[in-house]
Nanobody, 125 residues
Framework: QVELVQSRGGSVESGDSLRLLCRSS????????MAWFRQLPGEAREAVAG????????YYEESVTGRFTAGHGDAETTIYLQMDNLQIEDSGFYYC??????????????????WGAGAQVAVSS
């Protein structure tokens, strides 16, 4: 049984920063990829950033490039998402996800086996 435990989101103002964390309950299972997805109001779930087992960030969603930073935390089974200069349009639910070991780092939700419960991020003006 593997659980992805996410930190809470938060309510911030436009231009503020927020950091999300995600850790696996199984430190011995090295995922092929850990990633952040988000679901904005009225939209499909989209990939925000993916981090390979080696720690390489394989992609950033275009609108967050230069503002968001992802990476491994203190272990290969943890990742963070540092969100700077948050905008109102970033508001939504953010999910941590992970693939099976050795699986590639894609931006397709269907390729991810494990999911966190989600964290709400609310950005106001």
């Amino acid at each position: 049984q593997v659980e992805l435990v996410q930190s809470r989101g938060g309510s911030v103002e436009s231009g503020d920063s927020l950091r999300l964390l995600c850790r696996s309950s199984n430190y011995d299972l090295i995922f092929g990829c850990m990633a952040w997805f988000r679901q904005l109001p009225g939209e499909a779930r989209e990939a925000v950033a993916g981090v390979s087992a080696s720690g390489l960030v394989t992609y950033y969603e275009e609108s967050v490039t230069g503002r968001f930073t992802a990476g491994h935390g203190d272990a290969e089974t943890t990742i963070y998402l540092q969100m700077d200069n948050l905008q109102i349009e970033d508001s939504g639910f953010y999910y941590c996800a992970a693939t099976d070991p050795f699986a590639p780092c894609t931006d397709e939700p269907v390729d991810f086996v494990y999911w966190g419960a989600g964290a709400q991020v609310a950005v106001s003006s």
